[in-house]
């Protein structure tokens, strides 16, 4: 796919962190963006950067989803490119002991669904109905659109108190192929990201030492991931017109230990 300003494109999570980045390098080949968050004050500022449309979208709620997508159409026309960055995490164990008093208690099963309502049915949600949306156009170069999603290296290496991130996260990848081959006839593709340890808003706070620490656990470059860089693979998934079906690890070696 060529990416110019005959391309639309709407990136969920795309107010900061790795959709706000590949919604910028979007921008600068010239596709017209839309960016679907909940924080309205940096989405409506980046889409004003942009020269794009910011809509206040909840993954996890149908009409919030349906008023996005019917927003950014109306103002940059039905999107050839979806990226999927919004998510969430949470780091509860299965079952642990309290240090002090030694009760024992379970991971809350509403807060294990909500990760799987975000991260997981989020994403299909948004991927349905943009495929849907796609699947109106008219080919061009012999496909209509292409979808890149965000997993994680949790989905293969979740740690200690990763069970429903690990979850929502292996679920993305284990749907990558057989959405792409649900799309294949209709000239649709669709690829999924692995990041590793990404220096995004999440880690902007972490006191230095720790940010230096968890970079030097990656075996090479020995340091945090740039948004920048999940971006270029995110648009080369999009240009790429033989990319399809695969889920790809962004992480400079790293293989998570326990915890």
Known sequence: MKIDSSISAVITGGASGL?????????????????????????EALAKELGGVFCEVNVT??????????????????ERILINCAGTGNAIKTASRDKKTGEISHFPLDKFNMIIQINLVGTFRCIAKSAAGMMTLDPVDGERGAIVNTA???AEDGQIGQASYSASKGGVVGMTLPIARDLSRELIRVNTILPGIFDTPLLAGAPEPVRQALGAQVPHPARLGNPDEYASLAVEMCRNGYFNGEDVRLDGAIRMAPR
């Open 61 to 78: 709620d149908d009409a919030s989803v349906d008023a996005g997508f019917a927003k950014s159409r109306a103002a940059i026309g039905q």
């Open 152 to 154: 994680s290296v949790a």
């Open 19 to 43: 959709g706000a980045a590949t919604a910028r390098k979007l921008a600068g080949m010239g596709a017209k963006v839309a960016l679907f968050d909940l924080n309205a004050e940096k989405g």
